[in-house]
């Protein structure tokens, strides 16, 4: 007869999972059955003196790696590794049958259950919070009768014989600040215990947490998603707020909204960046996150373009419910009154080549792109007239780009070269035109302050065209930038770090002088979040090994390492190169791998 029983329950029912193993350490007394977590007395046990206390674990069964008949989604039930500690006093028998109270309740116990996602009463089938005593008690004594009643809690709990469940869908969101304040619900139970005609009761109460679950999505707390900021001039500088902060609104607790991320999308020259915190607030009684989010340029500069239009998106990919929004999005423009720029970075006309009457058309993507008669197609080749780079800036470092460089990718036969850099920091790729940091040294020795770099082009007409960036060189490091983890590599490749707290710290290959970025989650959760150390999360990783990260590819390991060099469970991208989807952290080595 065991002891007890402890299981795992899944997330998503609440019913116990099937893919755990339990274990309990070595010890004199007790043993566990390892799939149905029941505990027995050894049959060869040895008397201890004194209370003992013994640790239970629950561990996740190996998923085989080339196992396809999971789903991804079972694969994301399985959590981490679970403890419990049990606290177990020696007692004669005689003993234990005496204290009536110790056979009808534990000496202590704490009730917790998830709450359901299925609000529908239809489908709803109980479901098991614990036992209130040990199962061998009615054998071990077993002249006494126990008999237990539901004295409060009748409307959320049921007992059946000596177990406790739920009678009703619990939902922490609409329970939280009216019965269940801080998600707690509480039970009080009676146990009677008779012996020989006489009759002993006794009266416990109980606090059953209800455990948030992420199952809301983020909104705007505006019903407008709209916002319009009117800047003063057209010249700003790195880390300069704008406009207002925007606020998102989460019914779920703050512990529950960790994988809340954010992002600026369609910010094609690359000027904003999220600034978002977020805290919980309770002053309705019922807690809940909000997520103030203030945008801030990523670079100093100016704005030629108005009105200019990006969108901030607050999203969570790791909610599961089909009917849930997992994101929200604000459509954010800026407004600026360009009369005020300087004369000498006012947009002047420029002749474009012609060989024919010029026409516009749309391409079955819509993008609109210039041609002439004989049906050649042209991009229009658009770089920023002033970047700013950081004198500790590590080689490969993307500085500028054209806005259209994806498009240029794909034109082998345009070739780009840097003309003129009295500097000797810079280099230009053949292809799509990336400008990056090719000589870290002479980069930080630079002897001026701003450097004209003279890029030419020839397009697939064998037209030549040429441009001429201002690259404005910044003192140091970025603002706030930490540097104090050293890690002994020939690459110094961010890819290389493992943890988040560390990447934060470490100034690797191909940043801006400041430390690499984390992206994406580090979960056992299989998909294209998968956690990883990265220099710019913008372009890495995005599934194209460009022809920057060509030069180097464990500049971005997660985009260039070719398939069969990936160990792990793992889907590549359509190149046959990188890692689309991966599970937990993914890091890259020195040697490639």
């Known amino acids: 007869m065991p002891l007890a029983q402890f299981q795992v329950l899944r997330l998503d029912n609440n019913q116990p999972a099937s893919n755990y193993i339990y274990s309990l350490e070595q010890n004199p007394l007790l043993r566990i059955n390892a799939t149905s977590g029941e505990v027995f007395m050894r049959t060869d046990y040895q008397p201890v003196n004194g209370s003992v206390k013994y640790v239970l674990t629950a561990i996740p069964r190996q998923q085989a790696s080339d196992s396809d008949e999971e789903s991804e989604e079972e694969q994301q039930l399985l959590q981490e590794v ?18 009536l109270e110790h056979i009808c309740f534990w000496s202590s116990a704490h009730y917790t259950i998830a709450e359901h996602t299925k609000p529908s009463k239809a489908s709803f089938e109980p479901v098991l919070l614990g036992s209130l005593n040990s199962r061998a008690a009615r054998y071990l004594c077993p002249l006494k009768t126990v008999d237990y009643s539901l004295k409060a809690g009748s409307a959320f709990f ?18 939280n600040g009216l019965q269940a304040r801080a998600g707690v619900l509480e039970t009080t139970i009676s146990c009677t215990v008779s012996l020989h005609g006489e009759q002993r009761q006794f009266v416990r109460s109980y606090n059953v947490t209800i455990l948030d679950r992420n199952d809301n999505g983020p909104q705007l707390q505006e019903r407008q998603p709209h916002f319009d900021f009117y800047l003063d001039q057209p010249y700003f500088k790195a880390q300069e707020a704008v406009g207002e902060k925007i606020i998102y609104l989460d019914k779920d607790t703050l512990a529950a909204n960790a994988q809340l991320n954010y992002g600026i999308l369609n910010d ?6 999220p600034d978002c915190h977020a805290y919980e607030a309770d002053h309705t009684g019922r807690p809940h996150t909000i997520v103030s989010c203030q945008l801030r340029f990523s670079r100093s500069g100016m704005l030629r373009q108005t009105p200019y239009c990006v969108q901030l998106q607050a999203r969570d990919m790791t909610i599961q419910l089909k009917h849930v929004n997992t994101t929200a999005t604000a459509e954010v423009c800026l407004h600026v009154d360009t009369r005020r720029l300087h004369a000498s970075d006012q947009e002047h006309p420029q002749a474009l080549p012609l060989r024919g009457r010029q026409q516009r058309i749309f391409d079955s993507t819509g993008e609109l792109l210039h041609g002439d008669l004989a049906g050649r197609r042209r991009i229009a080749v658009d770089y920023e007239k002033d970047v700013f780079v950081h004198r500790a800036a590590a080689a490969y470092y993307r500085v500028a780009q054209p806005d259209r460089f994806m498009d240029l ?28 940091v090719r000589d870290a040294l002479a980069l930080e020795h630079a002897s001026e302050t701003v450097y004209f770099l003279n890029i030419t082009w020839q397009d697939g007409d064998k037209h030549s065209h040429a ?14 930038a930490s540097c104090e983890v050293r890690l002994k590599s020939r690459s110094q490749t961010c890819a290389q770090v493992k943890y988040r707290q560390q990447c934060g710290k470490f100034c690797g290959l191909a940043t801006n002088g400041g430390a690499c970025m984390w992206r994406g989650s580090s979960t056992a959760m299989f998909s294209k979040n998968y956690g990883s150390c990265v220099p710019d999360a913008r372009y890495c990783p995005d599934r194209v090994c460009d022809a ?18 990936i160990v792990g469970p793992h889907t590549s991208n359509d190149n046959k190169h990188g890692i689309q989807s991966g599970s937990g952290t993914c890091i890259c080595e020195d040697n490639g791998r």
């Open 82 to 99: 679970a403890h419990l500690t049990l606290e177990l006093t020696p007692q004669a028998l005689d003993a234990y049958c005496a204290e």
């Open 158 to 175: 049921i007992l059946k014989q000596n177990r406790l469940f739920s009678k009703t869908p619990l939902d922490h969101d609409e329970l």
């Open 268 to 273: 094609g020259l690359s000027l904003l960046q």
């Open 409 to 436: 990718l794909r034109l082998r036969n345009w070739r780009f070269a840097l003309a003129e850099d009295r500097s000797g920091a810079f280099g230009l790729t053949e292809t799509a035109g990336i400008l990056y």
């Open 467 to 480: 441009f001429v960036l201002n690259v404005h060189l910044e003192e140091g490091r970025p603002a706030n």
């Open 548 to 565: 920057l990260e060509e030069l180097n590819p464990l500049a971005c390991p997660q985009d260039c390492t070719p398939a069969s060099r």
